[in-house]
């Protein structure tokens, strides 16, 4: 990393984005363009709503990001597979064989997004996770168990006791990612927990805590739907850990920013879809999240160097450069006659170096 003039711009190796939602078809092609221009590679979330659960698949899914990407820009999609009830070990050798699939994604069923699919039971996948853990194939956790009986904040907590720590002691030399925590009891974990687990951490939830999703936008009430996403946004208390444990210099702790676009309708709307659409911004808010703890400089290592050295994979050979002023204003993002709103525009003071 290289600073200049009290840190008025900030060169780091180009960062990955270890989670990220590209959907497909057109909004892909719309939103596509705004990961690359910060990220070098991506891991590509599976929850398509036909969810992505084969090679066969992945790969399809692969040759249609490559194909959206346009011209004189460079990025690498990292494909992932939708754990099902009904995923099977072969799929996993498959998988390993085409040397293209970097994990294996746990949506508990109806836990978020596109989770109808999702497993209702870890013993249904013990099979799966037994030729995951044998071919060291990464699996990646949504960490919300999605009872009705259990309060929408404390999902991350249940699902630590309740299914990730007797999985892990099931399987334990499983490589485990477990996305987006947003809990101090997820950061404790992750940091103190045996063997290899790691977490992503997004930079909504750096930034902002549950009382964003109620501003009006004069500082009066609201509800703002572009903040709701899942796990949902929590108390202060819990940001100041993500930010912490984001800032400790811990090689668990790496960028992952779950941008997920949705149409405006479909937040607008008496029943909001879940998902920060985050990607034009992301990596400024991630400086942003940084400058305000102090730490610029465990920006670099946390956004371009853990994430990579836990996938095995090598780190980047380029840079991006920060610059410490407002970001210009975004185009409006559309497709197909959608408009896709990213969250913090206007709202942040570093920016991309042209
Ligand atoms: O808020 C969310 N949106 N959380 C997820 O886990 C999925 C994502 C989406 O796909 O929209
Ligand atoms: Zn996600």
């Known amino acids: 990393m290289s600073t200049e003039t009290a840190l008025q711009t900030l060169t780091i190796t180009q960062p990955d984005d270890w989670h990220l939602h590209l959907r497909d078809g057109a909004t892909m092609a719309a939103v596509l363009p705004f990961s690359a221009r910060s990220f070098a590679r991506a891991i590509v979330m599976p929850n398509l709503r036909s969810p992505v659960t084969t090679v066969q698949q992945a790969l399809a899914y692969r040759a249609r990001i490559l194909e959206a990407i346009p011209a004189q820009m460079a990025f690498e999609p990292l494909m992932t597979l939708y754990l099902t009830s009904a995923s099977s070990p072969e799929e996993i050798d498959r998988a390993r064989e085409s040397g293209l699939i970097h994990g294996v994604k746990l949506y508990p069923a109806r836990a978020?997004?596109?989770?109808?699919?999702?497993?209702?039971?870890?013993?249904?996948?013990?099979?799966?996770?037994?030729?995951?853990?044998?071919?060291?194939v990464p699996l990646l956790v949504h960490g919300e168990v999605a009872r009705p009986d259990v309060d929408v904040f404390d999902r991350e907590r249940f699902f630590l006791d309740e299914v990730l720590i007797p999985l892990r002691r099931d399987f334990p030399a499983l490589r485990v990612v477990l996305e987006h925590v947003t809990t101090s009891d997820a950061v404790q974990y992750v940091r103190e927990a045996p063997g290899r687990i790691a977490a992503t951490i997004t930079a909504h939830h750096l930034l902002y805590n549950r009382n964003a999703m109620f501003l009006g936008t004069d500082g009066s009430a609201g509800m703002r739907p572009h903040f709701y996403c899942l796990p949902v946004l929590k108390r202060e208390s819990h940001r100041r850990a993500?930010?912490?444990?984001?800032?400790s210099g811990s090689p668990r702790f790496f960028l992952g920013?779950?941008?997920?676009?949705?149409?405006?309708?479909?937040?607008?709307?008496?029943?909001?879809?879940?998902?920060?659409?985050?990607?034009?911004?992301?990596?400024?808010?991630?400086?942003?999240?940084?400058?305000?703890?102090?730490a610029l400089d465990r920006l670099e290592a946390f956004a371009s160097f853990y994430g990579a050295d836990f996938y095995g994979l090598p780190r980047n050979a380029g840079v991006v450069t920060l610059v410490r002023q407002a970001p210009a204003p975004l185009p409006k993002i559309t497709a197909q006659g959608w408009e896709f709103v990213p969250l913090a525009s206007g709202a942040c003071d570093w920016s991309l170096a042209d």
């Open 112 to 136: 978020t997004t596109h989770s109808d699919a999702g497993v209702q039971s870890i013993a249904d996948c013990a099979a799966v996770l037994d030729r995951m853990q044998r071919l060291d």
């Open 242 to 247: 993500l930010l912490g444990a984001a800032t």
């Open 257 to 294: 920013t779950d941008s997920a676009p949705h149409p405006r309708g479909e937040k607008e709307s008496a029943c909001a879809c879940a998902g920060c659409f985050t990607a034009p911004l992301a990596l400024p808010m991630y400086a942003q999240a940084f400058d305000q703890a102090g």
